[in-house]
């Protein structure tokens, strides 16, 4: 089983060489607190944490599972201590307004937590991940007695939230969800319904659930314009703001899956439940894409913690197994058997898993800073730019990095060869529990809608030439990240960088010409395109960290192999990965033509 180790080296050089994030917080009130010692004392406390605890019950988890037991679901062993031990240790509030209990940190400094948790035991960390969601949500469009009655509980970590959307019958077309609100006298309302695969849905970690429930009036409009977002907690609270009487939020099952055995999922059913508006009428959805925006940048971090997880299992297992000779001689003679990370192939594994996971995580603390100036930026216009870069790469966060994670997960099984498959060493379930990643949140076929078809076509791709133009300049030699010292030596990534630039907006203006000819068009090329969007995001970051690391080998340093090791998986990624591009940029430019010619009737003679 890979026992997890936090890649502190790495996170360090993303965080403070490459994004200078103490330069980046003086932008912020909140940043000021965010000192080198304060960063320091975050990762190495919650490293403690993740390491000791969280990780030892990342197999047991699995294998115990939750139960459902007179109606309440019990989580699988050490995972209702392991969540004491976090909420006392603040970990929950972090980012969050002090007002409401948060010790007020910049966002970013969240995500090296989120990225520790996550990788550690993904299952567990679904708990507290639903929670910053609801969190964010009624921080962002709660009134202020919302604020004090739940987003102080949630922040604290005594009570934990949900996202309650789907229903049996729809999952991504929303506009279709039945569950009712029936306005009270009192301004509350009285919902009911039934919400399926809600995660974190019941469970004994905490002994009150705040459901965050979208759900429509009587006479709201039909699709989308009708849905309302509410507060449902499944206790209401007493007058004192604790928990109090049963709100008829009951579990109707607990689902079976294929993997996160340790996260429930659960069927809801609300019963004439009272429930509190939030935000305006009609306009849940607009407030949900605030859970669902935070709820997709976290599930793309599922995709490189699984790979950076399937990676340290994977390099370990490399380096002892054996197996035949190196073609090119002998490499371990005093060995009867070479172990088999001398093999080409291999090392095309584990450089793949490497480049994803690191690679992910750059694009991940860079989107993390863009939510910094979302929270804290004093002045409208950097905040409303925030939100338009960072609309802008989600979909790509959250798509690209799940199909790349659940390709990094499988390669581990592949280097442990047939022990891959065996659940001892727990690498298949690595595979199992990252594979729901490209389906929640929105499947990878919806983000690549949401990419081509809102982000560029009817967005007029404002964010999109803005992240194309940063990257020009970068090549240009002209980037906020590297001094440029060591051009000379970045030459031929940033030439095929700037080309494939150059492409990226060709392709996406040829599209929406396409698009004005016939709508499939978007359709048939949008995963295609996000995939290939993903690659060249990620080509950027790469090139930024080899020229970062060229910087840091040429003024001196006692870690050459770490920077060195920087530099050539940024080569490998540029000769092996990226070209993956040319593949996707056939496809998308192939047109609709092939996927609509073929009759429904004449799929399958059966
Ligand atoms: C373990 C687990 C946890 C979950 N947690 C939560 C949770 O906490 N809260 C919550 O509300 N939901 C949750 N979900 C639900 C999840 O978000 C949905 O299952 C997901 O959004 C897909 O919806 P669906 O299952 O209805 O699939 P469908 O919408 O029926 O889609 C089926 C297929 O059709 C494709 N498709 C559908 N429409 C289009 C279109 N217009 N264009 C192109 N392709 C399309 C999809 O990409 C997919 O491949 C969870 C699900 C699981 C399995």
Known sequence: MPQYKTPLRDMKFVFNELLNAQEHYKNFEAGKEATPDMVDAILEECSKLCENVLSPLYQSGDQEGCRLEGGKVITPAG????????????????????????????????????????????????????????????????????????????????????????????????????????????????????????SAG????????????LARLPDAPKGTRGISLFIVPKFTPDAQGNTGEFNHVSVGSLEEKMGI????????????????????????????????????????????????????????????????????GKKAPEKNADPIIVHPDVRRMLLTQKAIAEGGRAMLYFAAHKADFLMGAEIEEQRARADDDLGFLTPILKAFLTETGCEAANLGVQVFGGHGYIKEWGMEQIVRDTRISTLYEGTTGIQALDLLGRKILLDKGVAFRRFSKEISQYCKGKSPYVSGKCRGKMKSMTSELSSLNLQWKFVAVRLVFNA???????????????????????????????????????????????????????????????????????????????????????????
């Open 79 to 198: 995972f209702k201590e392991a969540y004491e031990e976090y909420i006392a240790g603040g970990w929950q509030g972090i980012s969050h307004p002090e007002e409401y209990g948060g010790q007020g940190l910049p966002l970013s400094l969240g995500i090296l937590k989120s990225e520790m948790v996550s990788t550690a035991n993904w299952s567990w960390g679904m708990y507290p991940g639903l929670s910053m969601g609801a969190m964010n949500t009624i921080y962002m469009h709660g009134d202020e007695q919302q604020k004090q009655t739940y987003l102080t509980k949630l922040t604290e970590g005594t009570w934990t939230g949900t996202m309650c959307l789907t229903e049996p019958q729809c999952g991504t077309d929303l506009g279709r969800i039945t569950t009712k609100a029936v306005p009270n006298e009192d301004g509350s309302y009285h919902v009911t319904g039934t919400k399926m695969f809600i």
């Open 202 to 213: 019941d469970h004994d970690l905490t002994d009150n659930i705040v459901h965050i429930v």
């Open 261 to 328: 055995k340790g996260s429930s999922t659960c069927v809801l059913n609300f019963d004439q439940s009272q429930g509190y508006l939030i935000g305006e009428l009609n306009q849940g959805l607009n407030c949900m894409f605030t859970f669902m925006n935070t709820a997709r940048i976290g599930t793309g971090l599922q995709g490189a913690c699984a790979a950076e997880l399937s990676f340290q299992g994977a390099l370990a297992y490399a380096k002892d197994r054996l197996s035949m000779r190196s073609l090119s």
């Open 516 to 606: 004005m000819r016939n709508k499939d068009e978007v359709g048939a090329a949008s995963v295609d395109f996000l995939m290939y969007s993903g690659y060249i995001v990620m080509a950027y970051f790469w090139a930024m960290m080899a020229e970062k690391a060229s910087e840091a080998l040429a003024a001196g340093t006692e870690e050459e192999g770490f920077y060195l090791a920087k530099i050539q998986t940024a080569e490998f990624y540029f000769a092996r990965i990226l070209q993956r591009t040319k593949t996707h940029y056939a496809a998308m430019m192939s047109g609709a033509k092939n996927l609509m010619q073929i009759e429904e009737k004449n799929f399958a003679f059966l």
